[in-house]
């Protein structure tokens, strides 16, 4: 089905949402959550009338009370569910990738010589792709000499569902990933699934996370990886986000956001390469 017949059938199917209903729900997910819908009446509404439908409510002005009023932390989980967006791909922005690879990890491998330790963290990792890329990446770089590095990475997410598919670790690979990954970093999982070897999977921490949230984690980060979650943040959120991140970040560490973004200009990291920032 082309696109403009997908959008009338969904239309077609949605339920009616009242101005304030509107505006009630998208004003609690943004504060809560940083997530901007108000440009999004229809994804809204396709994306939840179901939901509204199979909860026995008749209309949108009943469940936004419930949900404001007496949501659980279930039917929060499954708001967010229905409304983030997941997309997420293995190799995505290579280029990213390659600074990694070349220069950011033999900087940090260099600075942990003495503890055999590096700090990681994928903010927004949705169904996990991104932080096992990372983790084949690092194990790649160090070869021979893996086993002796705690190369642990957090991975987080607000959305549950994203995060049960990421701990399940079960793909359908694109022609992007290198057949020698293909060959050492998954195992068959039946029919054109693979799954993600015990190696890289035991080595990523998977968590829920709120990035409106202060960020309180044990150790500071040798490296963020934010990559196409602050396009759906206002300006504000952006800002105030950018600057948690940076005091989470160990001094000559990195952060790495995606080319469909940009840091605001008041942000105290210095751009280093294309969506690569560093605190200097
Ligand atoms: C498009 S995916 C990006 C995945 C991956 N980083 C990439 O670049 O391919 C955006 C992710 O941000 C998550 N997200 C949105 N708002 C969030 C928030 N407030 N806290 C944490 N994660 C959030 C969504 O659930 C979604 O999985």
């Known amino acids: ?12 199917t949605s339920m009616a949402i009242t101005d ?25 509404t396709s994306r939840l009338s179901g939901t509204v439908k199979n909860m026995g409510y008749n209309s949108f002005t009943e469940y936004v009370d419930f949900l404001l009023k007496k949501g659980s932390g279930d039917d929060i989980n499954h708001l967010l569910s229905r409304l983030t967006t997941n997309y997420t ?12 690879t070349s220069t950011i990890l033999p ?9 055999k330790c590096l700090s990681i963290w994928s903010a927004a990792c949705s ?5 096992y890329n990372v983790s084949m ?28 598919k990421a701990k399940k670790g079960i793909y359908e690979l694109p022609d992007t990933i290198p057949p020698n990954w293909r060959k050492n970093y998954f195992k068959p999982a039946g029919g054109k699934q693979y799954e993600v070897a015990p190696r890289i999977k035991n080595n990523v921490i998977f968590k829920q996370f709120n990035l409106m949230d202060p960020i309180h984690f044990k150790r500071k980060f040798d490296v963020i990886f934010c990559r196409n979650v602050m396009i759906y943040f206002d300006q504000q959120t952006k800002s105030d986000l950018a600057r948690r991140m940076f005091d989470a970040t160990v001094p000559g560490g990195y952060l790495i956001i995606s080319k469909a973004e940009n840091l605001p200009p008041d942000t105290p990291y210095a751009r280093v390469a294309t969506s690569i920032f560093q605190k200097r």
């Open 1 to 12: 089905m082309d696109t403009s017949k997908k959008q009338a059938a969904a239309a077609s």
């Open 20 to 44: 304030k209903d509107f505006n009630r729900l998208v004003t609690f997910v943004q504060g809560k959550y940083g997530i901007d819908l108000h440009q999004k009446r229809q994804l809204v």
């Open 89 to 100: 791909y293995f190799m995505r922005e290579v280029e990213s990738f390659d600074y990694f």
């Open 107 to 115: 900087d940090i491998v260099n600075k942990h010589q003495r503890d």
């Open 127 to 131: 169904s996990g792709e991104e932080p």
């Open 137 to 164: 990446y690092i194990m790649d770089y160090l070869g021979g000499q893996a086993s002796a590095w705690d190369t642990r990475l957090l991975a987080s997410d607000i959305s549950m569902d994203a995060l049960t």
